[in-house]
């Protein structure tokens, strides 16, 4: 039982980068309801998905204690959401994205250390650009209150699958914890490429 656990979770660790895309913009097509469909949002958007396992995932890995990170990440994308809720154009909101998944594969692949400030800052920097994104989808929009408590707390939950999973599979297989962030980083990469293309 055990090693089945180990090789699903080194499976999900390899499959999830694949599946991560960048938001296309305001023409994408967003049902928002209510608080299930926001809990439910993070593991449609495969942008978000991938980034939220690879955070939880850095942070069981190098990140003390270990859950700053994630929880700067919630925190930052509930404020992002409220700015964009307000009307706030914040610029360059794919870009940031897209960077987001470049630098956390980076920081899962080499294990980047990092004081828990720093930690804090880099991602919740990153989690506002996320919230912002989805506060653009949601404005206006009736029930957007509970489809943002629903939407942070899916991204609490993939965060901690990511620590699950660096705890139990990765920190024990150096190699696949690499591999996996290598995949976030270089998906990170070819979407910047394709937004500059």
């Known amino acids: 039982m055990n090693m089945i656990v180990k090789r699903l979770g080194a499976a999900l660790a390899l499959a999830v980068p694949a599946l991560a895309l960048a938001h296309t913009g305001a023409g994408d097509a967003h049902t928002h309801a ?22 939880g995932v850095w942070s069981a890995l190098a990140v003390r204690p270990v859950w700053v990170a994630p929880l700067a990440f919630v925190a930052m994308l509930v404020l992002g ?12 909101v794919e870009p940031m994205i897209a960077a987001s998944l470049l630098a956390v594969g980076l920081l899962v692949a080499l294990r980047v ?5 720093a930690a804090v800052a880099l991602t919740g920097a990153f989690a506002f650009f996320h919230g912002a994104a989805h506060g653009t989808e949601l404005a206006g929009g009736t029930g957007a209150w509970p489809v943002l408590a629903g939407m942070a707390l899916g991204t609490a939950l993939l965060h901690a699958a990511g620590i699950g999973l660096g705890e139990w599979v990765l920190r024990r297989r150096r190699w696949l914890g690499a591999l996996a962030g290598a995949a976030v980083a270089l998906l990170g990469s070819a979407l910047l490429l394709r937004m500059a293309l």
């Open 34 to 55: 209510n608080f299930a469909s926001g809990l439910l949002h993070p593991l449609g958007g495969a942008d978000h998905l991938a980034a939220m396992v690879a955070v």
């Open 81 to 92: 959401a409220l700015a964009a809720f307000a009307g706030w154009q914040v610029p360059a």
């Open 113 to 117: 250390r990092l004081p828990a400030a």
